[in-house]
């Protein structure tokens, strides 16, 4: 099994880190929305669950070439409207 990392995009683009310096952001598939794994939590928040979602990931100048978590969602458009508001209202999208 891939890692989120390895998974190919399915959506990309860039945003601006500090508003000057471009950085990739990709939305990529997966088929496990992984949970916390924290006890405390509910069961629905802390198990890991076989659903289709999305994960964000980015990159910032001091981070790459490693790749940031930047959320996930159940849906593309959910998971674009996540990377927005998390990077800021300006992503470039490029697919």
């Keep these: 099994m891939a890692t989120v990392d390895e ?54 100048p001091a981070a790459a070439p490693a790749w940031l978590d930047g959320g996930a969602a159940l849906s593309l458009r959910e998971a674009v409207f996540l990377a927005e508001r998390k990077l800021g209202p300006v992503v470039s999208w490029q697919d």
Excluded: M, N
Excluded at 30 to 48: I, N, R, V
């Design 7 to 60: 998974l190919p995009a399915v959506k990309r683009g860039l945003w601006l880190y500090a508003g000057t310096s471009p950085c990739d952001v990709r939305i990529v598939r997966h088929h496990t929305l992984f949970g916390t794994g924290d006890a405390d939590d509910p069961p629905e928040l802390a198990s890991d669950r076989q659903v289709d979602c999305f994960y964000v990931r980015y990159h910032t």
